[in-house]
């Protein structure tokens, strides 16, 4: 089972930590505010008040041998790479830090991160999706250009199969699931139905997921 040490225990760290932890996960929430440490040390395994930027320290709580470490060091930039180059030089196998924008990422990168994440513009752009169209409930991109959007089915859909509704030769779009009540109808196939109220979990270029959208509504 995989161990995870989340450093930093803003909005963001703690949310993640606590929930590794529900999920029944091992986790170790470092933040060198005491506040915070005693605040989620009911919910975690282990919360332990250090500077994540004290290679010794980091040392000392045996931190090189989790498997993976969350860097959230938010307002402070200069420790957020800092404990990034650290745990890297500690061989800590992988480590995903949260930037705040993308050149900070470009840093993080530079010092070995194995994954930024930038949750601000992520939430940001799936809000927007959300917004610009009714028939779109969500939204995840998942590669710059690529992306995952769940929406209602319109009425142009109902009482049509997949090989008549033709999402692929038209939009270059799959149809990944049928959402329908309690149902989760997974990778459907070209004889499927659409009915009212079903929900379709579609995913394609954005442009294409567009174009399709503008065909539903
Ligand atoms: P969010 O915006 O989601 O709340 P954030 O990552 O922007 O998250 P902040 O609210 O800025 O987070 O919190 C960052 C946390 O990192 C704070 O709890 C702060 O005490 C902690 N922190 C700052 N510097 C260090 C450090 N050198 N070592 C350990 N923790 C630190
Ligand atoms: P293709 O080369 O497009 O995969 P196929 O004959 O292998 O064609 P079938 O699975 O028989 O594909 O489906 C026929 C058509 O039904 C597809 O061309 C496609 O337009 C549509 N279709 C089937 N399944 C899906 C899906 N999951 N998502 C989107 N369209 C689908
Ligand atoms: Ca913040």
């Known amino acids: 089972m995989k161990q995870f040490v989340v450093i930093g225990l803003g909005r963001f760290g703690s949310s993640v930590a606590t929930t590794l932890a529900e999920s029944g996960y091992d986790v170790l929430a470092i933040d060198c ?9 009911t919910q975690v ?46 061989n800590l196998p992988y480590v995903i830090v949260k930037a705040p924008d993308s050149l900070h990422g470009k840093v993080l990168t530079k010092v070995g991160a194995d994954r930024i994440v930038y949750p601000e513009r992520d939430m940001g752009a799936r809000i927007a999706h959300n917004l610009i169209s009714s028939n779109v409930l969500d939204y995840i991109e998942f590669a710059p250009e690529y992306g995952v959007i769940e929406i209602l089915a319109t009425d142009k859909m109902f009482g049509r199969t997949l090989k008549e509704l ?18 989760l109808h997974i990778s ?13 979990v579609l995913m394609g270029k954005n442009d294409n997921l567009e174009k399709m959208r503008e065909f539903g509504s």
């Open 166 to 183: 033709e999402f692929r030769a038209n939009f270059d779009v799959n149809v990944m699931a049928i959402k329908r009540g309690e149902n």
């Open 188 to 200: 459907p196939g070209a004889d499927d139905k659409i009915l009212e109220g079903d929900k379709l």
């Open 33 to 41: 505010d005491a506040e915070k440490v005693q605040s989620i040390s």
């Open 45 to 90: 395994t282990h919360a332990v008040e250090a500077d994540a930027t004290d290679e010794d320290a980091l040392k000392t709580l045996g931190v090189r041998n989790f498997d993976v470490a969350v860097v959230s060091i938010g307002d402070n930039v200069s420790a957020n790479i800092l404990c990034t180059l650290i745990l890297k030089e500690l």
